[in-house]
């Protein structure tokens, strides 16, 4: 009876375990600090990836839209 309860906590820690660390791994990959770098759009406020984004005077913007409107702001 015990030994049953035993091996069954022992496989639902294990599941617990294998479940945690996947997700650990898997946040690190989506982490924008890590691996591809990201720029921020000065203008809307959200990262881009730098080989995607739209250069303009020196800043990063995730489209031309933005780069226009950005311009427009600073007179
Ligand atoms: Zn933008």
Do not use: W
């Amino acid at each position: 009876m015990i030994l049953k309860f035993l091996i069954l906590g022992l496989l639902v820690y294990l599941f617990i375990v294998l479940l945690y660390s996947s997700l650990k791994r898997k946040g690190s990959n989506t982490d924008p600090s890590q691996g591809e770098s990201m720029v921020l759009d000065p203008h809307c406020k959200s990262y881009v990836p730098k080989n995607e984004a739209y250069r303009s005077g020196g800043h990063y913007f995730c489209s031309e839209e933005c780069a226009r409107a950005y311009a427009a702001q600073q007179v």
